[in-house]
């Protein structure tokens, strides 16, 4: 292990060990939190492991944060898994992420279904296999009625290609007779994204030190509030969620006005 790897070990065990205690009103919490699963490489390569070791470690970090949310009543919690500009990494590490991302799926059953949530995929289907999209099919079907927490799992998101496949239903639906032009307005358009009635987006939480939506929910986080952390994904525990839920709670929404 090289020194710098020492040194980020240490670092990050230091700052999960002086977290603050923080308070959270479990009146006012956000409805709809998003996470940009960000970090997982940067913490596998800071522990000399292959970057699928980051993944399958980030892939543990998401079962404890969605088990906390659902615990504490959040309605929705939305996640970046891969995005549609991902395939541009190497075939192996592609391979490794939809290995991982079938497997989440197929055991989502032992952590979350149990406690009565739903689970939603958002993204375009182009690109994945045929066993993933049933997986993802029977796993949307066998929670649609499920009243706890919704997790949604954007798999293949972009938030450009979101917007643009909502242009591409809304004009057919203009050309077939069944929308008037004129009808469009803000919430047609949100019938049309894959977020469609989720509740809005109150918080947007980005680990990993990059201060960028990378084109995620780029409609949905107009008014959402956003919360940056140092932490590499793998490392980020319900202690991070707290204190981003505290930062939240202490935040004043103007919505524009005043
Ligand atoms: C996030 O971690 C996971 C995906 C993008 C699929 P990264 O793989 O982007 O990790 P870093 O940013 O290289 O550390
Ligand atoms: C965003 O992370 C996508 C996911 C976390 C799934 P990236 O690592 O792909 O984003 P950039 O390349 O740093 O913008
Ligand atoms: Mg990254």
Redesign the pocket.
């Known amino acids: 292990m090289s020194m710098k790897q020492t040194i980020y070990g240490l670092y990050s065990s230091l700052q999960s060990i002086f977290i603050k205690n923080v308070s959270v009103d479990r009146n006012r919490l956000p409805r709809h939190i998003a996470i ?6 940067r913490w596998a390569k800071s522990k000399g492991l292959p970057r699928k070791e980051g993944h399958k470690a980030g892939a543990e970090t998401l079962r404890t944060i969605a088990s906390y949310c659902s615990e504490i009543g959040i309605e929705a919690l939305t ?5 549609t ?2 395939w541009s ?1 190497p075939k192996e590490e592609v391979d490794a992420l939809m290995e991982l991302l079938q497997e989440y799926l197929d055991r989502a059953d032992e952590f979350l279904i149990g406690k009565d949530n739903r689970i939603r995929v958002l993204g375009a289907p182009d690109g994945l296999s045929q066993k993933l999209l049933q997986s993802i099919r029977a796993l949307e079907e066998k929670t649609k009625h499920n009243t706890g927490m919704t997790l949604n799992i ?1 798999l293949n ?1 972009g938030g450009r290609e979101e917007l643009t496949q909502a242009a591409r239903r809304i004009a057919a639906d203009c050309v077939a007779g069944k929308l008037p032009p004129e009808k469009i307005n803000s919430d047609v358009m949100e019938q049309y994204l894959y977020t469609a009635s989720l509740p809005e987006l109150d918080l947007m939480i ?1 680990p ?1 030190g ?1 201060l ?5 929910l780029l409609w949905q986080c107009a008014y959402s509030e956003f919360w940056f952390s140092n932490i590499n ?1 793998p490392d980020f525990t319900p202690k991070h969620l707290q204190l981003a839920l505290h930062d939240y709670q202490k935040r004043n929404r103007r919505f524009g006005g005043v």
Not at 212 to 216: A, G, I, K, V
């Open positions: 940009i699963m960000d970090g997982n490489g996640v970046y898994a891969f995005s500009e991902n990494r954007a998101y980005r990993s990059e960028r939506l990378s084109n995620f994904w």
